[in-house]
T-cell receptor, first 110, second 115 residues
Framework: AQRVTQPEKLLSVFKGAPVELKCNYS??????LFWYVQYSRQRLQLLLR??SRESIKGFTADLNKGETSFHLKKPFAQEEDSAMYYC????????????FGKGTKLTVNP | KAGVTQTPRYLIKTRGQQVTLSCSPI?????VSWYQQTPGQGLQFLFE???????NKGNFPGRFSGRQFSNSRSEMNVSTLELGDSALYLC??????????????FGEGSRLTVL
């Protein structure tokens, strides 16, 4: 069964501090992983995807197949990063099904 | 470009009733997915439609059903409502099929309360 675990429901850091949001997955095939974000009063939106190996708004995430993890990192958090972050897993076969973790609420304090 | 539009935004029903929710995808998007969001279970996949065909279905009882029209608009229906069906129902669309870009565009959701 596919499963995504985000162990922290809440995460609070100070502005300028590094931040890491943890994500672990369970899937026997070759996963595609994503981070979605929901800012206050906005829609859920894609932040980044592992296949792109891109940095968005200073965030990066590396897929570690050995540890089945896809942690989201940013070296210097900003107040505008405060949001709900969801890790999501897509399975093979062109399935349009995303399995989401339960999310981590990040608060960046001034 | 208009975003994904869901109607109604809020609704209250009583147990045993049925409800129909509507979703208009972004123009040109042919794939529409539905998710249920609750505080306890988080976001759970309901089903996905592409070109009027259901391509994938989540683990929900048969009371949950959906369809897609030729203009890509989609509806989902929940019959014989139960208290546990109270949730935010999110619709998401993608351009051709998720596998191309991995990006789903979500609507604001329809919040259903079952009394």
């Amino acid at each position: 069964a596919q499963r995504v675990t985000q162990p922290e429901k809440l995460l609070s850091v100070f502005k300028g501090a590094p931040v890491e949001l943890k994500c672990n997955y369970s899937y026997s095939g070759s996963p595609e992983l994503f981070w979605y974000v929901q800012y206050s009063r906005q829609r859920l939106q894609l932040l980044l995807r592992h296949i792109s190996r891109e940095s968005i708004k200073g965030f990066t995430a590396d897929l570690n197949k050995g540890e089945t993890s896809f942690h989201l990192k940013k070296p210097f958090a900003q107040e505008e990063d405060s949001a709900m972050y969801y890790c999501a897993l897509a399975t093979q076969g062109g399935s349009e099904k995303l399995v989401f973790g339960k999310g981590t609420k990040l608060t960046v304090n001034p | 470009k208009a975003g994904v539009t869901q109607t109604p935004r809020y609704l209250i029903k009583t147990r045993g009733q049925q409800v129909t929710l509507s979703c208009s995808p972004i123009s040109g998007h042919r794939s529409v997915s539905w998710y249920q969001q609750t505080p306890g279970q988080g976001l759970q996949f309901l089903f996905e439609y592409f070109s009027e065909t259901q391509r994938n279905k989540g683990n929900f009882p048969g009371r949950f059903s959906g369809r897609q029209f030729s203009n890509s608009r989609s509806e989902m229906n929940v019959s014989t409502l139960e208290l546990g069906d109270s949730a935010l129902y999110l619709c998401a669309s993608s351009l051709v099929g998720f596998a191309n870009t991995g990006e789903l565009f979500f609507g604001e959701g329809s919040r259903l309360t079952v009394l």
